[in-house]
């Protein structure tokens, strides 16, 4: 098992900054791919970014492709969500999640989440 706790988020206006962290305990952290979600009030729990297990390979929404950024320290047990350029739209409850097998865009794929982070992007 794997535990994840996500800290970072809060309230930003639009086109400012903000940087997720999710911090892994447990199992060996490099033993997972992780993933980024997001959920708003109302909507389904849509994917953001994942990162396979050494940091080789990332993917992304097309909604955030160019602005965010995922990365890994697999040395510090840490997975990022650098968010530029913010968005209204941007905001929702954000997720880390793992999973040993692969980078996947499907959230019912990951195996371990944490609890979440709220990002609010003002207009």
């Known amino acids: 098992q794997v535990q994840l706790v996500e800290s970072g988020g809060g309230l930003v206006q639009a086109g400012g900054s903000l940087r997720l962290s999710c911090a892994a305990s447990g199992r060996t952290f490099s033993s997972y791919a992780m993933g980024w979600f997001r959920q708003a009030p109302g909507k389904e729990r849509d994917f953001v970014a994942t990162i396979n297990w050494n940091g080789a390979s990332t993917y992304y929404a097309d909604s955030v492709k160019g602005r965010f950024t995922i990365s890994r320290d697999n040395a510090k047990n840490t997975l990022w969500l650098q968010m530029n350029t913010l968005k209204p739209e941007d905001t929702a409850v954000y997720y880390c999640?793992?999973?040993?097998?692969?980078?996947?865009?499907?959230?019912?794929?990951?195996?371990?989440w944490g609890q979440g982070t709220q990002v609010t992007v003002s207009s």
């Open positions: 999640a793992a999973n040993p097998r692969g980078t996947y865009y499907n959230y019912h794929l990951y195996d371990y």
